[in-house]
Nanobody
Framework: QVQLVESGGGLVQAGGSLRLSCVAS??????????MGWYRQAPGKQRGLVAT???????NYADDVKDRFTISRDNAKNTVYLEMNSLKPEDTAVYYC????????????WGQGTQVTVSS
């Protein structure tokens, strides 16, 4: 059974930085990974898009994180990253990894989430 496992969340002061990672495993079960992305859900709010990246590296960002967050991926490691800079208290949320994976059939997967808390 393929899983997405996030890491890198934590508590940071406003203006600080964090780097999230998400790895899809086990590699032996995965044929291909297509779009990967990060979503977030703050208390009392719906889950929403943060950023996505295609297999070839094309990216898309939510307006409120553009110029502060950078999504990237390492296809050899089945891993997607989210570099978050100039963090604001309103970035506080549970961040979820998402990916379209062929293993062996095409399916959309979610990680369990990692908490990011930005203090003012």
């Amino acid at each position: 059974q393929v899983q997405l496992v996030e890491s890198g969340g934590g508590l940071v002061q406003a203006g600080g930085s964090l780097r999230l990672s998400c790895v899809a495993s086990p590699s032996r079960s995965i044929s291909s990974i297509y779009d990967m992305g990060w979503y977030r859900q703050a208390p009392g709010k719906q889950r929403g898009l943060v950023a996505t990246i295609t297999r070839r590296g094309s990216t898309n960002y939510a307006d409120d994180v553009k110029d502060r967050f950078t999504i990237s991926r390492d296809n050899a490691k089945n891993t997607v990253y989210l570099e978050m800079n100039s963090l604001k208290p309103e970035d506080t949320a549970v961040y979820y990894c998402n990916a379209d994976i062929e293993a062996p059939f095409f399916k959309n997967y979610w990680g369990q989430g990692t908490q990011v808390t930005v203090s003012s």
